[in-house]
């Protein structure tokens, strides 16, 4: 049987992480981070936790789903300050889906570094912005700059593009109906005199 104060321990560790369900840190940008799963564990001595099963993690406007998820953390949970840690990185595997406004990217796995704001997933990465798809092995997102770029990854296995980066745009719709107009000039008849 555990100690009562290691359990005392334990049970506000976990109360501070979970809030029912629901944990929140303050994270490298200016928003609360939650994270909630079936499953959490804590392992405080390597200053990280363990989310397993529907793992869902919100910044802001974006969310980050998975199977499993590693939260990396700067400083004990029972620290002397009562500050709440600071999150460094989530690494998330499994069915990774990360959402933004007008955004949606699939992978097998995602690393986000808070301090950077640079999310890179890997394995079979699908890119959708607005009806514009994009395959590839590796997606590096900046969410500072709100660019992204995609490459085969390098690694066989990583992506079900053969090794290419391959896309489908969206081409604005003409207007057929519309009579065409000359691009060019027609030839002017000399002036007689």
């Known amino acids: 049987m555990a100690h ?3 359990t005392f321990i334990l049970l506000a560790c976990a109360a501070t992480l979970l809030g029912a369900r629901v944990s929140a840190f303050q994270s490298g940008g200016n928003e609360t981070l939650s994270v909630d799963a079936d499953h959490l564990e804590i392992q405080d001595k390597v200053q990280r936790a363990l989310a397993l099963g529907n793992v869902r993690a ?3 406007a974006m969310t980050v789903t998975s199977d499993r998820a590693e939260v990396l953390y700067s400083s004990s949970l029972v620290s002397s300050s009562g500050a709440p840690p600071e999150i460094s990185q989530i690494r998330a595997s499994g069915n990774v889906v990360v959402t933004r406004p007008g955004e949606k990217a699939t992978g097998s796995y995602a690393i986000y570094d808070l301090n950077k704001r640079i999310i890179t997933m890997i394995g079979n990465v ?10 590839g092995g590796r997606l590096v997102i900046n ?21 290419r980066v391959t896309g489908v745009f969206s081409v604005p719709k003409r207007n057929t109906d519309a009579p065409a107009t000359p691009t060019t000039p027609s030839p002017s008849t000399p002036d007689k005199k």
């Open 143 to 163: 969410l500072n700059t709100n660019g992204a770029s995609l490459d085969s990854g390098g690694k066989v296995g990583t992506s079900k593009s053969g090794g």
């Open 58 to 60: 919100r910044q802001g």
């Open 126 to 135: 699908v890119l959708n912005r607005g009806a514009n798809v994009v395959r």
């Open 4 to 6: 009562p104060r290691t």
